[in-house]
């Protein structure tokens, strides 16, 4: 079993940054492990935000976070980070990690097919 545990969140104002760290216990990254971040926002549904396909695969954002957002990842840590820089009050949501290893490039957008979810972390943007 894989467990995530999100950090970083908080409340900042409108332009300011915040980076995210997604820690994975149970099982060490390997090279077929993919890692995402969505985040859901009151009355709204889990999105995607950005995803690292495979070990070293390249990155992938929604078009709502694209050239704001930086997704890397530290095998050695076994930890994720979502770098997040120009935040808006609509960026405001639970922000989650996720993580699969059989997960296909035309499916890491899609929540339901991770396998392993964290928490959630509280970020909440002011105007």
């Known amino acids: 079993q894989v467990q995530l545990q999100e950090s970083g969140g908080g409340l900042v104002q409108a332009g300011d940054s915040l980076r995210l760290s997604c820690a994975a216990t149970?099982?060490?990254?390997?090279?077929?492990?993919?890692m995402g971040w969505f985040r859901q926002a009151p009355g709204k549904e889990r999105e995607f935000v950005a995803a690292?396909?495979?070990?070293?695969?390249?990155?992938y954002y929604s078009d709502a976070v694209e050239g704001r957002f930086t997704i890397s990842r530290d095998n050695a840590k076994n930890t994720v980070y979502l770098q997040m820089n120009s935040l808006t009050p609509a960026d405001t949501a639970v922000y989650y990690c996720?993580?699969?290893?059989?997960?296909?490039?035309?499916?890491?957008?899609?929540?339901?097919?991770?396998?392993?979810w964290g928490q959630g972390t509280q970020v909440t943007v002011s105007s």
């Open positions: 996720a993580s699969d290893n059989s997960i296909i490039l035309s499916s890491l957008r899609t929540a339901k097919n991770y396998d392993y």
């Open positions: 149970g099982r060490s990254f390997s090279r077929s492990t993919t």
């Open positions: 690292l396909f495979r070990s070293y695969g390249r990155a």
